[in-house]
């Protein structure tokens, strides 16, 4: 926990430090929320105020003022937003501040259940590797921004463990409640029906009645599609909204063939260092260079992410490779225009076996070790400082 609380802090002092030396961007009045997501003036601006940047605006919006069927809220699950309403209750309705304390809750129970799952397998080091890598990850900032991503991790580490020690119950309990958090959560009925088979030795025959826990993780989406129903009228109203990111149905083949074009072109825009002519389409001028570079920086997170879980098919149980899988996978059924696998390296945070594979490849070499922390830092410390002024990582 001490490696877990110095990285936050490392990762708060950038952030403050980056506002007082750079400054904060001017960000599209629709993107801001001036009232409650920039609650703080003077020196407690620099603390706060960055946290609730980008996604975290609408996670704010939605816990001060519910969900609207026209604006596109309804694509951000409810019970990260319900528990950050909750909690402001306790700071006045102060929700940035809200946000963050839960963020950093769940980000150290989630550490707490990621250390306990790869310990009981592999030892201490290994987890303490996996923990670590984590925490570094160069968009680990996420951990405690006003998003839902540590509320997430805490719950699939949480489901996938109970898993592993047959607590059926609990486990659907946390899939379930994953499921409410992330359109991804319902994903975790893959590792846990594979564990569940495993310990009964692949033999449908030794099914019991703890099968039933597994079917609490589609109640969990089948719950906010009620709500959907009921409030709007439409239950996949959560998925037709994404038109406003401009994503798309797409077979993932394609998706991935789409992302190796955008980056091959974004390559040869900074390469020609001009933007007069563009290879690959931008909304403007000025989104040329950026959009280039969030390209690649998009793919290779995916290319990361993807040697990962190839070298954790050596080493992992079958249910944690496949979940890493297909939580990688799932996005490239949802590209975009014009970043086809766009917000891919906040969505390989999701895929905490990643980070399990990482710590079991450098278990003997140290000098791989030292190469992944340093290497993650500098682009944590660089990311998270993009993050701060609200300019635009993932």
């Keep these: 926990m001490a490696m877990a609380a110095v990285s936050r802090l490392l990762i708060a002092l950038t952030a403050t430090l980056a506002t007082y030396v750079i400054g904060v961007k001017p960000a599209p009045w629709a993107q801001r929320l001036p009232r409650l997501a920039e609650p703080f003036h003077g020196v407690l601006a620099h603390l706060f105020n960055p946290w609730a940047h980008w996604d975290g605006v609408w996670f704010v919006k939605i816990a001060a003022n519910g969900y609207a069927g026209n604006d596109g809220s309804v694509a951000f699950f409810p019970l990260y937003p319900l528990m950050v309403r909750w909690v402001g209750i306790v700071f006045d309705n102060n929700l940035v501040i809200a946000g963050i304390l839960v963020s950093l809750a769940c980000y150290f129970a989630a550490v707490y259940f ?51 020690e047959a607590r ?173 696998l766009m917000s891919m390296p906040r969505f390989v945070l999701a895929a905490f076996p990643i980070f399990m594979s990482a710590a079991l490849f450098t278990e003997r070499r140290p000098r791989a070790h030292l190469i992944i922390c340093v290497v993650s830092i500098v682009l944590c410390v660089a990311l998270t400082a993009k993050f701060a002024i609200f300019s635009w990582v993932a």
């Design 168 to 340: 059926w119950k609990l486990a659907g309990l946390a899939g379930l409640a994953a499921a409410l958090t992330r359109s991804a959560g319902f994903l975790l009925i893959v590792p846990m029906a594979l564990s569940y088979y495993e310990q009964r030795g692949w033999k449908l025959r030794r099914t019991d009645s703890s099968v039933a826990s597994l079917l609490m993780i589609p109640e969990g989406l089948m719950v906010w599609m009620a709500y959907l129903s009921l409030g709007f009228g439409k239950p996949l109203l959560f998925a037709q909204v994404q038109d406003q990111w401009r994503r798309y149905v797409a077979v993932p083949t394609f998706a991935l063939w789409k992302s190796l074009e955008a980056a091959f072109q974004g390559a040869r825009q900074l390469i020609s260092g001009q933007t007069s002519h563009l290879y690959w389409p931008a909304s403007n001028p000025g989104a040329v260079v950026p959009l280039a570079v969030a390209n690649i920086a998009n793919l290779g997170s995916f290319v990361v992410a993807g040697l990962a879980i190839a070298y954790g098919l050596r080493r992992l149980p079958v249910a944690l490779s496949i979940y890493a899988i297909v939580t990688i996978g799932y996005p490239l059924l949802f590209p975009a225009t014009s970043m086809p």
């Design 114 to 164: 990621l250390y306990r799952l790869v310990a009981a397998r592999y030892g201490g080091k290994v987890a303490y590797r996996t923990c670590l890598y984590l925490s570094v990850f160069p968009t680990a900032f996420y951990w405690q921004a006003v998003y839902s991503e540590s509320m997430f991790l805490m719950l699939s580490a949480a489901c996938i463990l109970w898993s592993t």
